[in-house]
């Protein structure tokens, strides 16, 4: 199973930027799909979800809405759509992928859900800076 991320760069506060992640070696269509990223000095952030059952999806509290998954089963690629980018944005991103015995992999954190970063494939991470 590969994973290859791309999309990430450059770009100033308030903007948008997609991200996707091409996957090899597996059926996208049942597996589930997260977005993660990791600031410098900071641990790995889990961002958003998609069940591969249903395709219902879960997003960070933290995030107020702005960044949202999607999924072509067809081209066996996803995406994270990440709109009004900030400066507390700007990290390396990684794509995961769940089989669908293990889903999404949302726990409770001191009463908060959050995403588990135990994903069993992972993309090599693209860098996003948010920067004037």
């Known amino acids: 199973v590969q994973l290859q991320a791309s999309g990430g760069g450059l770009v100033q506060p308030g903007g948008s930027l997609r991200l996707s992640c091409k996957v090899s070696?597996?059926?996208?269509?049942?597996?589930?799909i997260g977005w993660f990223r990791q600031a410098p000095g900071k641990e790995r952030e889990g961002l958003v979800c998609?069940?591969?059952?249903?395709?219902?999806?879960w997003d960070a509290d933290s995030l107020k809405g702005r960044f949202t998954i999607s999924k072509d089963n067809a081209k066996n690629v996803f995406y994270l759509q990440m709109d009004d980018l900030q400066s507390d944005d700007t990290a390396v991103y990684y794509c995961?992928?769940?089989?669908?015995?293990?889903?999404?992999?949302?726990?409770?954190?001191?009463?908060?859900?959050?995403?588990?970063?135990?994903?069993?494939?992972w993309g090599q991470g693209t860098l996003v800076t948010v920067s004037s």
């Open positions: 995961a992928t769940n089989p669908p015995t293990k889903g999404c992999g949302l726990m409770v954190v001191d009463g908060s859900l959050e995403l588990s970063s135990d994903y069993e494939s």
């Open positions: 070696g597996l059926t996208l269509e049942n597996y589930a």
């Open positions: 998609m069940h591969g059952s249903d395709g219902k999806t």
